[in-house]
C-alpha cells in the first residue's frame, strides 16, 4: 500500500492543535523582528457528498475532547444527527458539541441565523436533558439573520421555478439561499444590528421587507408583530454575542486550546463547487472555515472528510450514480435514509469516487471517516463508481456542466458482498476481509487514509484506524 505518511505516524492523535502551535518567521538572533506565533491551529470536519454523511456523529466523537466547537456556515438547512446514551439528538443551528458541557459552541460569522429557529431547537433539546446550552453557546455578531420572510420567499422561489422550467431546486425552505442573498446584494441584517438601535434597524427590516415585497407580490409580512418579537429575541440572545473575530483570534493565540469546526451541508451543495445551480447558497468546503470564521489558512489543522460507503443526495439535481432499483431502495430502507431537517426521502445509489476524488482536490482531506458501512452488509455485490466516460472517453475531472454530467457514464468496479453483520465490530480485525479490501479500495483510489470506520448510530459503533 502507498499511502501518506500520516497513516504511518499518527497512531492516536486526533488533533492537530494540542502540541503543535506552528511558528513561523521567527526573529534571527540579534534582530528585532516581530515573531509571526500563528497558534493553535482548528480541525475541521467536512462533508464530502451530498450531506448527511455522519458528520454529527464524527463531531461528536471529537467533541468529548474538545474546548470550542464552531460552526462557520450554512444554517438550519442542516439537520446532525447525534445518539449518545441510547438518546437521538439532532442539531440544526446549534453546533453539536453543545452536548459536551466542559466545551463552548461558537456560531460564527459565515452562518444565518433564524432566531426562533434557533431557541426552539434549544427548547427541544433541553427537555430531552440538554442543560445550560444557553451559557455555552457563543453567537458572532457579524452573522446574518434569517428573518421569518426569507423562509416564505424560499417557498415562493421554489414555485416560480417549478412553473418557470419545470424544476425546483427542492431546498429545505429555510430560508437560507434569500437569507445569503440579501447578504451579498448587502441589504441583510447581521445580530449586531439586532443589537444595536432598534429604532435604526427597525427601519432597515422594513425597507427589506419592501424589497422583498417588491418581487413577490403575494408576500404579507405583519412587520409590527416581527419586530416586537425580534426585540424579545434580541435580549435573550444578547448575552450570548461576541465580536466573533477576536474571540477566535484569542483562543488561537492563547495557551493549547482544541478547536473542532462543524461543517455543514458538503462538497457537491458548495455554491461554487457542487451541482449548480442543485446547491445551498454557502461555501461548505474548507474556504468557509477561514471566512465563516474570520481565521487565517495557517490555522487550519486536520480536515477530516465524512463519507457514507454508499451515496444518498436529497432534493433535485445530477446523481450519477444513483440506483433507481431494488439495491436503491435497500439502501434507502436499511440505512433509514430519510432527511433529518425535511422528512423527505433521501435518493441512494452506490459510492462515487469521482465526487470524492474531487471534494478531497478542494479540500485537502487529511484523512476520511466512512460511515455507515453496516449498511452494506447484506449485499450480494457492491459497487463503487471509479470513472466518468463521455463517449465512451474517460474524462479527467469533475463536469461543470449539469447537462454534461446527467450524461456521463459511470465506469464502476464491482466488489463481492462479506454477508457478515458488522454491526458489533470495535476494531479493524473485527472486520470481515471482503470488507478490508472494500475499505482498502477507497481510500487508495482516493489517496486519502480512512480514519475511522462507521458500523452503527452511536458513538462506540466508530472504528479508529490509526
Ligand atoms: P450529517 O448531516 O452529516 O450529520 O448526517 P445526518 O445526521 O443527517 O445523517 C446521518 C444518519 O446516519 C444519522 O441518522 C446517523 O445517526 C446515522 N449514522 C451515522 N453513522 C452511522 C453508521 O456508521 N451506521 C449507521 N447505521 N448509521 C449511522
Ligand atoms: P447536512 O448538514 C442534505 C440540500 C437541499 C437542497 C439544496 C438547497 O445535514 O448534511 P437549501 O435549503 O440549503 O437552500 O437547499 O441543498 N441540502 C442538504 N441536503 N443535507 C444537508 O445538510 C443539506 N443542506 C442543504 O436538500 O437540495
Ligand atoms: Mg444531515
Given at each position: 500500500?502507498?499511502?501518506?505518511?500520516?497513516?504511518?505516524?499518527?497512531?492516536?492523535?486526533?488533533?492537530?492543535?494540542?502540541?503543535?502551535?506552528?511558528?513561523?518567521?521567527?526573529?534571527?538572533?540579534?534582530?528585532?523582528?516581530?515573531?509571526?506565533?500563528?497558534?493553535?491551529?482548528?480541525?475541521?470536519?467536512?462533508?464530502?457528498?451530498?450531506?448527511?454523511?455522519?458528520?454529527?456523529?464524527?463531531?461528536?466523537?471529537?467533541?468529548?475532547?474538545?474546548?470550542?466547537?464552531?460552526r462557520c456556515q450554512g444554517g438550519n438547512n442542516a439537520g446532525h444527527t447525534v445518539v449518545v446514551d441510547g438518546k437521538e439528538y439532532?442539531?440544526?443551528?446549534?453546533?453539536?458539541?453543545?452536548?459536551?458541557?466542559?466545551?463552548?459552541?461558537?456560531?460564527?460569522?459565515?452562518?444565518?441565523?433564524?432566531?426562533?429557529?434557533?431557541?426552539?431547537?434549544?427548547?427541544?433539546?433541553?427537555?430531552?436533558?440538554?442543560?445550560?446550552?444557553?451559557?455555552?453557546?457563543?453567537?458572532?455578531?457579524?452573522?446574518?439573520?434569517?428573518?421569518?420572510?426569507?423562509?416564505?420567499?424560499?417557498?415562493?422561489?421554489?414555485?416560480?421555478?417549478?412553473?418557470?422550467?419545470?424544476?425546483?431546486?427542492?431546498?429545505?425552505?429555510?430560508?437560507?439561499?434569500?437569507?445569503?442573498?440579501?447578504?451579498?446584494?448587502?441589504?441583510?441584517?447581521?445580530?449586531?444590528?439586532?443589537?444595536?438601535?432598534?429604532?435604526?434597524?427597525?427601519?432597515?427590516?422594513?425597507?427589506?421587507?419592501?424589497?422583498?415585497?417588491?418581487?413577490?407580490?403575494?408576500?404579507?409580512?405583519?412587520?409590527?408583530?416581527?419586530?416586537?418579537?425580534?426585540?424579545?429575541?434580541?435580549?435573550?440572545?444578547?448575552?450570548?454575542?461576541?465580536?466573533?473575530?477576536?474571540?477566535?483570534?484569542?483562543?488561537?493565540?492563547?495557551?493549547?486550546?482544541?478547536?473542532?469546526?462543524e461543517g455543514a451541508n458538503a462538497a457537491l451543495l458548495d455554491i461554487d463547487f457542487g451541482t449548480y445551480p442543485f446547491v445551498t447558497?454557502?461555501?461548505?468546503?474548507?474556504?468557509?472555515?477561514?471566512?465563516?470564521?474570520?481565521?487565517?489558512?495557517?490555522?487550519?489543522?486536520?480536515?477530516?472528510?465524512?463519507?457514507?460507503?454508499?451515496?444518498?443526495?436529497?432534493?433535485?439535481?445530477?446523481?450519477?450514480?444513483?440506483?433507481?432499483?431494488?439495491?436503491?431502495?435497500?439502501?434507502?430502507?436499511?440505512?433509514?435514509?430519510?432527511?433529518?431537517?425535511?422528512?423527505?426521502?433521501?435518493?441512494?445509489?452506490?459510492?462515487?469516487?469521482?465526487?470524492?476524488?474531487?471534494?478531497?482536490?478542494?479540500?485537502?482531506?487529511?484523512?476520511?471517516?466512512?460511515?455507515?458501512?453496516?449498511?452494506?452488509?447484506?449485499?450480494?455485490?457492491?459497487?463503487?463508481?471509479?470513472?466518468?466516460?463521455?463517449?465512451?472517453?474517460?474524462?479527467?475531472?469533475?463536469?461543470?456542466?449539469?447537462?454534461?454530467?446527467?450524461?456521463?457514464?459511470?465506469?464502476?468496479?464491482?466488489?463481492?458482498?462479506?454477508?457478515?453483520?458488522?454491526?458489533?465490530?470495535?476494531?479493524?480485525?473485527?472486520?470481515?476481509?471482503?470488507?478490508?479490501?472494500?475499505?482498502?479500495?477507497?481510500?487508495?483510489?482516493?489517496?486519502?487514509?480512512?480514519?475511522?470506520?462507521?458500523?452503527?448510530?452511536?458513538?462506540?459503533?466508530?472504528?479508529?484506524?490509526?
Amino acid at each position: 500500500l502507498v499511502l501518506p505518511a500520516i497513516f504511518a505516524c499518527c497512531s492516536c492523535i486526533h488533533w492537530s492543535s494540542k502540541d503543535q502551535k506552528i511558528t513561523n518567521q521567527p526573529a534571527a538572533a540579534g534582530q528585532k523582528r516581530p515573531r509571526n506565533d500563528a497558534g493553535n491551529r482548528v480541525t475541521v470536519v467536512l462533508g464530502a457528498q451530498w450531506g448527511d454523511e455522519g458528520k454529527g456523529k464524527v463531531v461528536d466523537l471529537l467533541a468529548t475532547e474538545a474546548d470550542i466547537v464552531c460552526r462557520c456556515q450554512g444554517g438550519n438547512n442542516a439537520g446532525h444527527t447525534v445518539v449518545v446514551d441510547g438518546k437521538e439528538y439532532d442539531f440544526h443551528l446549534l453546533p453539536s458539541g453543545i452536548i459536551n458541557t466542559k466545551s463552548i459552541s461558537l456560531i460564527g460569522n459565515g452562518v444565518v441565523i433564524h432566531l426562533p429557529g434557533l431557541f426552539e431547537e434549544g427548547d427541544k433539546n433541553e427537555k430531552k436533558g440538554l442543560r445550560g446550552w444557553e451559557k455555552r453557546l457563543i453567537v458572532s455578531d457579524r452573522a446574518h439573520i434569517v428573518f421569518d420572510f426569507h423562509q416564505v420567499v424560499d417557498g415562493l422561489q421554489e414555485t416560480e421555478r417549478q412553473a418557470q422550467e419545470g424544476k425546483s431546486i427542492g431546498t429545505t425552505k429555510k430560508g437560507i439561499g434569500p437569507a445569503y442573498s440579501s447578504k451579498a446584494s448587502r441589504i441583510g441584517l447581521r445580530v449586531c444590528d439586532l443589537l444595536g438601535d432598534f429604532s435604526d434597524f427597525s427601519t432597515r427590516f422594513k425597507n427589506l421587507v419592501r424589497h422583498y415585497q417588491s418581487m413577490h407580490p403575494s408576500l404579507t409580512v405583519d412587520t409590527e408583530d416581527q419586530l416586537k418579537k425580534l426585540k424579545d429575541y434580541a435580549e435573550r440572545l444578547r448575552p450570548m454575542v461576541r465580536d466573533g473575530v477576536y474571540y477566535m483570534y484569542e483562543a488561537l493565540h492563547g495557551p493549547p486550546k482544541r478547536i473542532l469546526v462543524e461543517g455543514a451541508n458538503a462538497a457537491l451543495l458548495d455554491i461554487d463547487f457542487g451541482t449548480y445551480p442543485f446547491v445551498t447558497s454557502s461555501n461548505c468546503t474548507v474556504g468557509g472555515v477561514c471566512t465563516g470564521l474570520g481565521i487565517p489558512p495557517l490555522n487550519i489543522g486536520d480536515v477530516f472528510g465524512v463519507a457514507k460507503a454508499y451515496s444518498t443526495r436529497v432534493g433535485i439535481g445530477a446523481f450519477p450514480t444513483e440506483q433507481l432499483n431494488a439495491a436503491g431502495e435497500l439502501l434507502q430502507t436499511r440505512g433509514h435514509e430519510v432527511g433529518v431537517t425535511t422528512g423527505r426521502k433521501r435518493r441512494c445509489g452506490w459510492l462515487d469516487l469521482v465526487i470524492m476524488r474531487y471534494a478531497h482536490m478542494i479540500n485537502g482531506f487529511t484523512a476520511i471517516a466512512l460511515t455507515k458501512l453496516d449498511i452494506l452488509d447484506v449485499l450480494d455485490e457492491i459497487k463503487v463508481g471509479i470513472a466518468y466516460k463521455l463517449n465512451g472517453k474517460r474524462i479527467p475531472h469533475f463536469p461543470a456542466n449539469m447537462d454534461i454530467l446527467h450524461k456521463v457514464e459511470v465506469e464502476y468496479e464491482t466488489f463481492p458482498g462479506w454477508k457478515t453483520d458488522t454491526s458489533t465490530a470495535r476494531k479493524w480485525n473485527d472486520l470481515p476481509a471482503k470488507a478490508q479490501n472494500y475499505i482498502r479500495f477507497i481510500e487508495n483510489h482516493i489517496g486519502v487514509p480512512i480514519k475511522w470506520v462507521g458500523v452503527g448510530k452511536s458513538r462506540e459503533c466508530m472504528i479508529q484506524m490509526f
